[in-house]
Protein backbone atom coordinates (compact mmCIF):
# COMPACT_ATOMS: atom_id res chain seq x y z
CA UNK A 1 0.00 0.00 0.00
CA UNK A 2 1.59 3.56 -0.76
CA UNK A 3 2.17 6.32 1.32
CA UNK A 4 -0.99 8.45 3.06
CA UNK A 5 -0.75 11.61 1.41
CA UNK A 6 -0.68 14.56 3.98
CA UNK A 7 -4.46 15.44 3.82
CA UNK A 8 -5.12 11.88 5.01
CA UNK A 9 -2.11 11.71 8.46
CA UNK A 10 -3.24 11.71 11.59
CA UNK A 11 -3.81 15.73 13.08
CA UNK A 12 -3.25 17.19 16.17
CA UNK A 13 -6.05 19.84 16.18
CA UNK A 14 -9.60 20.11 16.51
CA UNK A 15 -11.22 19.98 12.59
CA UNK A 16 -12.83 23.56 12.84
CA UNK A 17 -9.28 25.09 13.61
CA UNK A 18 -7.61 23.65 10.06
CA UNK A 19 -7.46 25.93 7.20
CA UNK A 20 -10.86 26.25 5.17
CA UNK A 21 -9.49 24.48 2.25
CA UNK A 22 -8.51 21.35 4.00
CA UNK A 23 -10.24 18.40 3.15
CA UNK A 24 -10.96 17.55 7.11
CA UNK A 25 -11.79 20.70 8.36
CA UNK A 26 -15.51 21.14 9.50
CA UNK A 27 -16.74 24.15 11.74
CA UNK A 28 -18.30 23.93 14.65
CA UNK A 29 -21.71 24.13 14.78
CA UNK A 30 -23.90 26.53 16.72
CA UNK A 31 -25.00 23.63 18.98
CA UNK A 32 -21.46 22.73 19.66
CA UNK A 33 -20.42 26.49 20.34
CA UNK A 34 -23.17 26.58 22.62
CA UNK A 35 -22.17 23.39 24.50
CA UNK A 36 -18.50 24.95 24.79
CA UNK A 37 -19.66 28.09 26.61
CA UNK A 38 -22.49 26.09 28.41
CA UNK A 39 -19.46 23.84 29.91
CA UNK A 40 -16.81 26.80 30.30
CA UNK A 41 -19.68 28.37 32.61
CA UNK A 42 -21.18 25.42 34.25
CA UNK A 43 -16.57 24.58 35.30
CA UNK A 44 -15.93 28.49 35.95
CA UNK A 45 -18.98 29.41 37.97
CA UNK A 46 -17.42 27.09 41.27
CA UNK A 47 -13.88 28.67 40.74
CA UNK A 48 -15.59 32.39 41.22
CA UNK A 49 -18.23 31.00 44.10
CA UNK A 50 -15.17 29.76 46.03
CA UNK A 51 -13.56 32.95 46.01
CA UNK A 52 -16.12 34.77 46.88
CA UNK A 53 -17.70 32.79 49.25
CA UNK A 54 -15.54 30.17 50.17
CA UNK A 55 -16.07 26.06 50.11
CA UNK A 56 -19.49 25.09 50.21
CA UNK A 57 -20.70 22.80 53.22
CA UNK A 58 -21.16 19.18 52.83
CA UNK A 59 -24.80 19.15 52.96
CA UNK A 60 -24.60 14.98 52.38
CA UNK A 61 -23.48 12.25 54.08
CA UNK A 62 -20.36 12.44 52.26
CA UNK A 63 -17.21 15.11 51.34
CA UNK A 64 -16.86 17.41 49.23
CA UNK A 65 -15.70 15.69 45.92
CA UNK A 66 -11.94 17.35 45.38
CA UNK A 67 -10.25 18.86 42.04
CA UNK A 68 -8.97 16.10 40.14
CA UNK A 69 -5.69 16.61 39.27
CA UNK A 70 -4.44 16.32 35.31
CA UNK A 71 -2.25 13.63 36.54
CA UNK A 72 -4.80 11.15 36.74
CA UNK A 73 -5.04 11.08 33.03
CA UNK A 74 -8.58 10.63 31.17
CA UNK A 75 -10.05 10.80 34.81
CA UNK A 76 -8.97 14.54 35.46
CA UNK A 77 -12.11 14.85 32.98
CA UNK A 78 -14.74 12.44 34.15
CA UNK A 79 -14.26 13.48 37.58
CA UNK A 80 -14.46 17.25 36.84
CA UNK A 81 -18.00 17.31 36.84
CA UNK A 82 -18.67 16.00 40.32
CA UNK A 83 -15.72 18.67 41.68
CA UNK A 84 -17.98 21.53 39.92
CA UNK A 85 -21.50 20.30 41.16
CA UNK A 86 -20.38 19.39 44.32
CA UNK A 87 -18.77 23.18 44.83
CA UNK A 88 -21.90 25.00 42.98
CA UNK A 89 -22.69 28.25 45.30
CA UNK A 90 -25.87 28.14 46.76
CA UNK A 91 -26.44 24.39 45.50
CA UNK A 92 -28.29 23.82 49.01
CA UNK A 93 -31.24 26.69 47.73
CA UNK A 94 -31.09 24.98 44.80
CA UNK A 95 -31.94 21.37 45.75
CA UNK A 96 -34.46 22.87 48.28
CA UNK A 97 -36.21 24.64 45.52
CA UNK A 98 -36.16 21.33 43.84
CA UNK A 99 -37.49 19.58 46.50
CA UNK A 100 -40.35 22.03 46.73
CA UNK A 101 -41.15 21.60 43.02
CA UNK A 102 -41.15 17.67 43.52
CA UNK A 103 -43.48 17.90 46.43
CA UNK A 104 -45.88 20.05 45.33
CA UNK A 105 -46.25 19.18 41.32
CA UNK A 106 -45.27 15.40 42.38
CA UNK A 107 -46.58 14.96 45.75
CA UNK A 108 -43.36 13.37 46.83
CA UNK A 109 -39.85 14.43 47.85
CA UNK A 110 -37.15 14.75 45.76
CA UNK A 111 -34.78 11.81 45.69
CA UNK A 112 -31.61 12.96 47.08
CA UNK A 113 -28.68 10.06 46.38
CA UNK A 114 -26.34 11.43 48.87
CA UNK A 115 -23.82 8.40 48.68
CA UNK A 116 -23.77 5.45 50.37
CA UNK A 117 -24.91 5.74 54.14
CA UNK A 118 -22.35 3.67 55.41
CA UNK A 119 -19.73 5.79 54.40
CA UNK A 120 -18.71 8.81 56.18
CA UNK A 121 -17.70 12.33 55.13
CA UNK A 122 -14.41 11.82 56.06
CA UNK A 123 -13.47 8.85 53.74
CA UNK A 124 -14.12 4.64 53.92
CA UNK A 125 -16.44 3.78 56.96
CA UNK A 126 -12.85 3.08 59.10
CA UNK A 127 -12.60 6.72 59.11
CA UNK A 128 -15.80 7.77 60.96
CA UNK A 129 -15.40 9.94 63.90
CA UNK A 130 -17.36 9.37 66.83
CA UNK A 131 -19.92 11.88 67.69
CA UNK A 132 -18.33 13.40 71.12
CA UNK A 133 -19.45 15.94 73.60
CA UNK A 134 -18.71 18.97 71.73
CA UNK A 135 -20.37 17.33 68.05
CA UNK A 136 -23.30 14.92 68.79
CA UNK A 137 -24.21 14.02 65.34
CA UNK A 138 -20.86 15.90 63.05
CA UNK A 139 -22.84 14.98 59.90
CA UNK A 140 -20.11 12.34 59.72
CA UNK A 141 -21.20 9.24 61.14
CA UNK A 142 -22.09 6.17 59.35
CA UNK A 143 -25.16 4.19 58.82
CA UNK A 144 -23.44 0.84 59.60
CA UNK A 145 -23.60 -1.17 56.47
CA UNK A 146 -27.07 -0.64 54.83
CA UNK A 147 -27.76 -1.97 51.84
CA UNK A 148 -29.22 0.34 49.14
CA UNK A 149 -32.95 1.42 49.57
CA UNK A 150 -35.21 -1.54 47.31
CA UNK A 151 -37.66 -0.25 45.15
CA UNK A 152 -40.87 0.49 47.53
CA UNK A 153 -39.78 1.59 50.30
CA UNK A 154 -38.62 4.59 50.72
CA UNK A 155 -35.28 5.66 51.94
CA UNK A 156 -36.68 8.45 54.73
CA UNK A 157 -39.80 7.87 56.48
CA UNK A 158 -41.76 11.10 57.03
CA UNK A 159 -43.27 11.24 59.92
CA UNK A 160 -45.43 13.27 62.17
CA UNK A 161 -44.28 16.38 64.31
CA UNK A 162 -41.61 16.44 61.98
CA UNK A 163 -40.12 13.26 62.55
CA UNK A 164 -37.83 11.47 60.37
CA UNK A 165 -36.95 7.68 60.48
CA UNK A 166 -34.68 5.54 58.34
CA UNK A 167 -36.27 3.74 55.58
CA UNK A 168 -34.09 1.02 56.68
CA UNK A 169 -35.64 0.47 59.65
CA UNK A 170 -38.76 -1.16 58.07
CA UNK A 171 -37.00 -2.57 54.78
CA UNK A 172 -34.52 -4.64 56.81
CA UNK A 173 -37.21 -6.34 58.35
CA UNK A 174 -39.80 -6.77 55.18
CA UNK A 175 -36.55 -7.80 53.36
CA UNK A 176 -34.22 -9.60 55.30
CA UNK A 177 -30.82 -10.73 54.20
CA UNK A 178 -30.62 -13.83 56.12
CA UNK A 179 -33.32 -15.85 57.56
CA UNK A 180 -34.33 -14.89 61.38
CA UNK A 181 -33.24 -18.67 62.51
CA UNK A 182 -30.05 -18.53 61.34
CA UNK A 183 -29.48 -14.94 63.14
CA UNK A 184 -30.51 -16.00 65.98
CA UNK A 185 -28.03 -19.18 65.67
CA UNK A 186 -25.41 -17.29 64.99
CA UNK A 187 -25.79 -15.24 68.20
CA UNK A 188 -26.56 -18.56 70.39
CA UNK A 189 -23.30 -20.04 68.51
CA UNK A 190 -21.13 -16.79 69.37
CA UNK A 191 -22.58 -16.70 73.18
CA UNK A 192 -21.59 -20.59 73.77
CA UNK A 193 -18.11 -20.00 72.06
CA UNK A 194 -16.96 -17.48 74.55
CA UNK A 195 -18.68 -18.60 77.79
CA UNK A 196 -17.24 -22.18 76.91
CA UNK A 197 -13.95 -20.59 76.63
CA UNK A 198 -14.24 -19.20 80.45
CA UNK A 199 -14.91 -15.52 78.73
CA UNK A 200 -18.09 -13.45 79.64
CA UNK A 201 -20.47 -12.35 77.01
CA UNK A 202 -22.55 -9.34 76.92
CA UNK A 203 -25.40 -8.82 73.75
CA UNK A 204 -26.99 -5.80 73.49
CA UNK A 205 -29.37 -4.30 70.97
CA UNK A 206 -30.22 -0.89 70.61
CA UNK A 207 -33.86 -0.50 69.37
CA UNK A 208 -34.49 1.04 66.00
CA UNK A 209 -36.13 4.69 66.61
CA UNK A 210 -38.91 3.06 64.66
CA UNK A 211 -39.50 0.84 67.80
CA UNK A 212 -38.45 2.95 70.74
CA UNK A 213 -40.92 6.08 69.84
CA UNK A 214 -43.78 4.79 67.30
CA UNK A 215 -45.45 7.43 67.84
CA UNK A 216 -44.15 9.62 65.31
CA UNK A 217 -44.36 7.50 62.64
CA UNK A 218 -47.08 8.06 59.65
CA UNK A 219 -50.45 6.07 60.16
CA UNK A 220 -49.72 4.72 56.81
CA UNK A 221 -45.99 3.62 55.27
CA UNK A 222 -44.94 0.58 52.65
CA UNK A 223 -44.13 -2.08 55.11
CA UNK A 224 -45.84 -1.26 58.69
CA UNK A 225 -47.21 -4.33 59.01
CA UNK A 226 -44.57 -6.75 58.44
CA UNK A 227 -41.78 -4.80 59.92
CA UNK A 228 -44.07 -4.83 62.74
CA UNK A 229 -44.76 -8.30 62.85
CA UNK A 230 -41.01 -9.31 61.63
CA UNK A 231 -39.52 -7.05 65.05
CA UNK A 232 -41.95 -8.34 67.53
CA UNK A 233 -40.80 -11.93 66.24
CA UNK A 234 -36.70 -10.74 66.78
CA UNK A 235 -37.33 -9.48 70.45
CA UNK A 236 -39.08 -12.29 71.58
CA UNK A 237 -36.38 -14.27 70.17
CA UNK A 238 -33.22 -12.42 70.49
CA UNK A 239 -34.14 -12.00 74.33
CA UNK A 240 -34.92 -15.23 75.14
CA UNK A 241 -32.52 -17.22 72.73
CA UNK A 242 -29.76 -15.56 72.29
CA UNK A 243 -30.23 -13.45 75.86
CA UNK A 244 -29.91 -10.19 74.44
CA UNK A 245 -30.26 -7.03 77.20
CA UNK A 246 -33.27 -5.16 76.33
CA UNK A 247 -33.19 -1.71 76.86
CA UNK A 248 -36.58 -1.37 75.55
CA UNK A 249 -38.24 -0.53 79.31
CA UNK A 250 -35.58 1.73 79.97
CA UNK A 251 -35.68 3.78 76.82
CA UNK A 252 -39.38 3.39 77.11
CA UNK A 253 -39.41 5.28 80.61
CA UNK A 254 -37.05 8.63 79.11
CA UNK A 255 -39.70 8.87 76.60
CA UNK A 256 -38.82 10.51 72.84
CA UNK A 257 -36.05 12.21 74.38
CA UNK A 258 -33.89 9.44 74.02
CA UNK A 259 -33.51 9.63 70.05
CA UNK A 260 -33.00 12.48 68.14
CA UNK A 261 -36.16 13.67 66.11
CA UNK A 262 -34.29 14.15 62.71
CA UNK A 263 -31.85 11.20 62.78
CA UNK A 264 -32.03 7.98 63.15
CA UNK A 265 -29.61 7.63 66.46
CA UNK A 266 -30.33 7.83 69.72
CA UNK A 267 -29.02 10.57 72.22
CA UNK A 268 -26.25 10.63 74.88
CA UNK A 269 -29.30 10.13 77.00
CA UNK A 270 -29.64 6.79 75.33
CA UNK A 271 -25.70 6.10 74.81
CA UNK A 272 -25.84 6.76 79.18
CA UNK A 273 -28.79 3.85 79.70
CA UNK A 274 -26.58 1.49 77.58
CA UNK A 275 -23.64 2.04 79.41
CA UNK A 276 -25.34 1.23 82.94
CA UNK A 277 -26.96 -1.49 81.38
CA UNK A 278 -24.03 -3.18 80.02
CA UNK A 279 -21.61 -2.35 83.41
CA UNK A 280 -24.60 -4.16 85.47
CA UNK A 281 -24.96 -6.91 83.16
CA UNK A 282 -21.28 -7.60 84.09
CA UNK A 283 -21.10 -6.44 87.62
CA UNK A 284 -24.28 -6.54 89.06
CA UNK A 285 -24.65 -3.56 91.51
CA UNK A 286 -21.76 -1.94 90.17
CA UNK A 287 -23.64 1.10 89.21
CA UNK A 288 -24.63 2.18 92.90
CA UNK A 289 -22.32 4.58 93.38
CA UNK A 290 -22.67 6.30 90.18
CA UNK A 291 -23.42 9.84 89.91
CA UNK A 292 -24.46 11.23 86.79
CA UNK A 293 -25.04 15.28 86.44
CA UNK A 294 -26.11 17.34 83.36
CA UNK A 295 -23.73 18.69 81.37
CA UNK A 296 -23.86 21.47 78.33
CA UNK A 297 -26.39 21.47 75.72
CA UNK A 298 -24.59 20.53 71.97
CA UNK A 299 -25.94 20.06 68.85
CA UNK A 300 -24.67 19.24 65.09
CA UNK A 301 -26.56 18.11 61.71
CA UNK A 302 -28.69 15.16 61.29
CA UNK A 303 -27.92 12.62 59.24
CA UNK A 304 -31.52 11.69 57.96
CA UNK A 305 -32.55 14.98 56.08
CA UNK A 306 -30.09 15.22 53.41
CA UNK A 307 -31.53 11.93 52.15
CA UNK A 308 -34.48 13.81 51.23
CA UNK A 309 -32.59 16.99 50.23
CA UNK A 310 -33.15 18.78 53.21
CA UNK A 311 -30.75 19.99 56.66
CA UNK A 312 -31.73 19.64 60.09
CA UNK A 313 -29.97 19.74 63.44
CA UNK A 314 -29.25 17.66 66.27
CA UNK A 315 -29.51 19.21 69.63
CA UNK A 316 -28.21 17.01 73.03
CA UNK A 317 -27.39 17.13 76.36
CA UNK A 318 -24.18 15.89 77.15
CA UNK A 319 -23.34 14.05 80.99
CA UNK A 320 -20.86 13.86 83.33
CA UNK A 321 -20.07 10.95 85.35
CA UNK A 322 -18.54 10.13 88.02
CA UNK A 323 -18.31 6.20 88.87
CA UNK A 324 -17.35 5.84 92.91
CA UNK A 325 -19.62 9.39 93.02
CA UNK A 326 -16.47 11.78 93.40
CA UNK A 327 -14.23 12.40 90.21
CA UNK A 328 -16.25 13.22 86.93
CA UNK A 329 -13.98 10.85 84.64
CA UNK A 330 -16.32 11.21 81.15
CA UNK A 331 -14.27 11.74 78.21
CA UNK A 332 -14.81 14.17 76.17
CA UNK A 333 -13.10 13.36 73.31
CA UNK A 334 -12.84 14.05 70.27
CA UNK A 335 -12.54 10.64 69.88
CA UNK A 336 -12.00 8.67 65.71
CA UNK A 337 -13.33 5.69 65.69
CA UNK A 338 -12.36 4.62 62.45
CA UNK A 339 -10.58 1.65 63.84
CA UNK A 340 -10.14 0.31 67.14
CA UNK A 341 -9.85 2.48 69.68
CA UNK A 342 -9.08 1.67 73.75
CA UNK A 343 -8.97 2.93 76.94
CA UNK A 344 -7.41 1.95 79.95
CA UNK A 345 -6.94 2.99 83.51
CA UNK A 346 -4.13 2.34 85.82
CA UNK A 347 -5.66 2.49 89.17
CA UNK A 348 -9.32 1.87 89.14
CA UNK A 349 -11.65 3.45 91.52
CA UNK A 350 -14.89 2.32 92.77
CA UNK A 351 -17.60 1.67 90.78
CA UNK A 352 -15.26 0.57 87.36
CA UNK A 353 -15.85 -2.48 85.56
CA UNK A 354 -12.79 -4.40 86.30
CA UNK A 355 -10.51 -6.87 84.11
CA UNK A 356 -10.37 -6.80 80.05
CA UNK A 357 -13.57 -5.87 77.90
CA UNK A 358 -13.51 -6.08 73.97
CA UNK A 359 -16.60 -4.81 72.33
CA UNK A 360 -17.54 -4.56 68.71
CA UNK A 361 -19.83 -1.59 67.98
CA UNK A 362 -21.79 -0.10 65.99
CA UNK A 363 -22.12 3.66 65.14
CA UNK A 364 -24.74 3.52 68.05
CA UNK A 365 -21.77 3.01 70.48
CA UNK A 366 -20.62 6.46 69.60
CA UNK A 367 -22.69 8.29 71.70
CA UNK A 368 -22.00 5.89 75.08
CA UNK A 369 -17.98 6.40 74.32
CA UNK A 370 -17.68 9.14 76.93
CA UNK A 371 -19.47 6.88 79.49
CA UNK A 372 -17.46 3.66 78.73
CA UNK A 373 -14.49 5.12 79.16
CA UNK A 374 -15.29 6.59 82.81
CA UNK A 375 -16.60 3.29 83.76
CA UNK A 376 -14.74 0.48 82.02
CA UNK A 377 -11.18 0.50 83.61
CA UNK A 378 -9.81 -1.25 80.19
CA UNK A 379 -11.91 -1.44 77.29
CA UNK A 380 -11.84 -1.78 73.24
CA UNK A 381 -14.27 -0.33 70.93
CA UNK A 382 -13.71 -2.14 67.69
CA UNK A 383 -16.34 -1.13 64.65
CA UNK A 384 -18.03 -4.14 63.54
CA UNK A 385 -16.73 -2.91 59.81
CA UNK A 386 -13.41 -3.37 61.07
CA UNK A 387 -13.86 -6.70 62.10
CA UNK A 388 -15.41 -7.87 58.96
CA UNK A 389 -12.28 -6.70 57.33
CA UNK A 390 -9.83 -8.62 60.12
CA UNK A 391 -11.63 -10.72 62.06
CA UNK A 392 -8.54 -12.35 62.84
CA UNK A 393 -6.99 -9.50 64.76
CA UNK A 394 -10.66 -9.03 66.85
CA UNK A 395 -10.47 -12.44 67.31
CA UNK A 396 -7.00 -11.82 68.97
CA UNK A 397 -8.23 -9.34 71.17
CA UNK A 398 -11.06 -11.15 72.04
CA UNK A 399 -8.89 -13.85 72.71
CA UNK A 400 -6.88 -11.23 75.24
CA UNK A 401 -9.86 -10.29 77.18
CA UNK A 402 -12.24 -11.65 79.84
CA UNK A 403 -15.05 -10.16 78.78
CA UNK A 404 -17.00 -9.81 74.95
CA UNK A 405 -19.60 -7.16 74.60
CA UNK A 406 -21.76 -7.14 70.87
CA UNK A 407 -23.67 -4.00 70.33
CA UNK A 408 -25.54 -3.74 67.06
CA UNK A 409 -28.92 -1.89 66.22
CA UNK A 410 -31.79 -3.52 65.87
CA UNK A 411 -32.08 -3.57 61.95
CA UNK A 412 -28.66 -4.61 61.04
CA UNK A 413 -28.98 -7.60 63.44
CA UNK A 414 -32.90 -8.20 62.72
CA UNK A 415 -32.15 -8.33 59.02
CA UNK A 416 -29.20 -10.38 59.33
CA UNK A 417 -26.70 -7.96 57.59
CA UNK A 418 -24.32 -8.01 60.42
CA UNK A 419 -20.78 -9.36 59.83
CA UNK A 420 -21.01 -11.27 63.25
CA UNK A 421 -23.84 -13.50 62.03
CA UNK A 422 -21.44 -14.10 58.90
CA UNK A 423 -20.24 -17.37 58.80
CA UNK A 424 -16.62 -16.69 57.70
CA UNK A 425 -16.55 -13.54 60.41
CA UNK A 426 -18.24 -16.04 62.73
CA UNK A 427 -16.34 -19.13 62.23
CA UNK A 428 -13.06 -17.24 63.29
CA UNK A 429 -13.88 -16.03 66.50
CA UNK A 430 -15.05 -19.49 67.33
CA UNK A 431 -12.13 -21.43 66.38
CA UNK A 432 -10.01 -18.77 68.19
CA UNK A 433 -11.62 -18.86 71.09
CA UNK A 434 -11.59 -22.82 71.05
CA UNK A 435 -7.57 -22.57 70.36
CA UNK A 436 -7.27 -20.30 73.73
CA UNK A 437 -9.64 -21.03 76.38
CA UNK A 438 -9.35 -18.71 79.37
CA UNK A 439 -7.45 -20.53 82.55
Known sequence: MGDQ????????????????????????????????????????????GLTIFGTPPSIENRALHPFPSPADGWSFFTELGPWATDHLSFRDDAIRLADGVSRSVFGEPLSEDSGDPSQPASGPIAAAPAPTAGA??????????????????????????????????????????QPLND??????????????????????????????????????????????????????????????????????????????????????????????????????GIDVPWRVTEGAKVDGPADLPPMIARTGTDTSHTYRLAPDGGVDRAQQGPF?????????????VNGMVQGKTAMITDSFTNYAVPFLAATFADISLTPSAVVQQDPGAEAQRIVDSDTVVLEVVERNIASGISPLTQPDVLSTIVQQLAAHPKR
Open 336 to 348: DLRDTVSFHTDKP
Open 136 to 177: PSPGTKPLDNEPPPIAGYPRVIEGKNNWLYFGYDTQGKCQPQ
Open 183 to 284: VIAALVKLRAAVEQSGRKFVLVVPPDKSTAVPENLPDRYAGKSCAQAYSDQFWAEVTSQAGAVDLRPALARLGSSAYFPQDTHWTFAGGLIMTRALAGAISP
Open 5 to 48: GEDTQPISRHESALPDDHPLYRPRHGKQRFALVTAVVFFMTPLF
